[in-house]
């Protein structure tokens, strides 16, 4: 049993991609990706993009307040915004608590 | 701000698909929707999967219970038992309360 992110947070990030601007979206998703793991309390990310536009991104922090920082980050709120003028038709964000975990990894035998 | 979900318990399962038998995965995937959708507290599933075949599924339910009768239910076990022998190279199961949460929808004015 894998506890390892019992207590962290993790922030749920639901969405559809209009198609637009997909030179800059990329751009702008690496610099999130960089920017993220440099933010204090960052704790890893999980992220899958289908080729409906529909993708669903999890980042982890180590508690409320790293996951808030994150949020007000400057550059971070900027991109929000472009996310909403042209990258997103729809989003859902889910901030939830992790009480427990499990992983399973296949045994090449 | 949609709160819908405070409160509820979002499951976080993060997966790699071996590639093997697919027709048996899709199968077995859809029936599992399908039963989850009928169990009592279910509150809605978001699930994507990428071209690399790593794949996030998040289920709602209204609580703990709830969760963990479903990862009890008989065939839902029994179908867990096949995606470890056949259909998946690792997954992560994450369990988590959830605290807050948004959601936006673009204007198509």
């Known amino acids: 049993m894998n506890t390892d992110r019992v207590g962290q947070i993790a ?3 639901v969405s559809r991609r ?4 997909e030179e800059g979206y990329r751009a702008a998703s690496a610099r999130m990706d960089d920017l993220a ?16 536009g529909v993708g669903i991104t999890v980042s982890y922090w180590s508690d409320d307040a790293a ?13 929000r915004d472009q996310g909403r003028e042209r990258w997103y038709d729809w989003y859902t964000l889910t901030v939830a608590t992790v009480t427990r975990g499990y992983a399973w990894t296949r045994n090449w035998a």
Chains 1, 2 share one sequence.
């Open 11 to 13: 922030v749920i990030f």
């Open 18 to 21: 209009t198609g637009a601007d």
């Open 37 to 52: 793991a440099r933010q204090p309390g960052y704790c890893g990310i999980d992220a899958v993009r289908g080729s409906d």
């Open 67 to 79: 996951a808030r920082a994150w949020r007000d980050q400057a550059e971070h709120a900027a991109t």
